[in-house]
């Protein structure tokens, strides 16, 4: 059985991809799957913790005993995590969440009447950042996504949203990262980092919990 070393806490974790509606029926996403994040959420139970999924659209089964709250946009997202995070003792984002969106998302089906299409975006709330820098902020814990200079783009994420703590993986490495059930992780917080090996997304997400639970309880 694992240590409640989270015990009574209460933490909010992001899964998942967004989808950013294009027209009625298309819309630009990415590769997440929540497995990741899924993973997170059924570690921090075990752990003892409350725990509050904030899901992209995904297939994956709720782990037993979180509350789910099922969004599609990055706004939705945000909306919903700034709702969830006000009484939360450690924020985890692990969502792949979309940088922008169109600027505009067309009433009608868009109709190929042009041999080019060009569309403009706009940058969507950075959800992490947002809730890093509440006056009153939780624990909070970045993903970093890299396919180049992985610990040098984490170290400048860490400091420059004023993180706790940062989990880095390298999205260059086959069979890793979006989509598959393995993947390798770097964490760096203020004081100390730590690798931990290419495992089950499962075995990673204990690894991290213990981390992170070790790090709040001296925070
Ligand atoms: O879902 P899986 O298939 O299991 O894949 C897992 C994963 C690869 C998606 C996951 O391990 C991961 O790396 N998640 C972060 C992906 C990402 O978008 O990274 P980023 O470097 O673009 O973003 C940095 C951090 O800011 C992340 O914590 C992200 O959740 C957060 N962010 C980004 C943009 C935004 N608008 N709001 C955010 O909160």
New binding site residues.
């Given amino acids: 059985s694992t240590a409640q070393v989270l015990q009574g806490k209460k933490v909010v974790i992001?899964?998942?991809?967004t989808r950013e509606e294009l027209d009625p029926v298309r819309y630009i996403s990415n590769?997440?799957?929540?497995?990741?994040?899924y993973a997170i959420a059924q570690a921090a139970v075990a752990a003892g913790a409350q725990v509050e999924l904030v899901s992209g659209p995904v297939t994956l089964p709720v782990p037993a005993g979180c509350a789910i709250h099922r969004t599609v946009s990055?706004q939705q997202m945000?909306a919903q995590v700034m709702h969830s995070v006000k009484d939360a003792d450690i924020f985890i984002?692990?969502?792949?969440?979309?940088?922008y969106r169109p600027k505009q998302v067309a009433a009608q089906k868009i109709k190929k009447n042009n041999d080019e299409l060009t569309l403009t975006f706009v940058k969507?709330?950075?959800?992490?950042?947002d809730v890093a820098n509440l006056p009153d902020a939780p624990f909070t814990v970045?993903?970093?996504?890299?396919s180049e200079n992985v610990e040098a783009y984490a170290r400048k994420?860490l400091a420059s949203?004023k993180l706790a703590m940062i989990?880095a993986?390298d999205?260059s490495q086959p069979g890793l990262?979006?989509?598959?059930d393995r993947?390798a992780l770097h964490v760096i917080w203020n004081g100390g980092d730590k690798k931990l090996p290419t495992g089950s997304?499962m075995m990673l997400a204990e690894a991290l919990i213990s981390l992170i639970a070790e790090q709040y309880n001296k925070s």
Wanted: hydrophobic share 40%; net charge positive.
């Fill in positions: 992001t899964a998942g991809p590769h997440s799957s929540g497995k990741m994040g990055a945000h984002a692990t969502a792949a969440v979309a940088d969507n709330p950075d959800i992490l950042n970045g993903f970093a996504a890299e994420k949203k989990a993986n999205i990262g979006f989509n598959s993947n997304k």
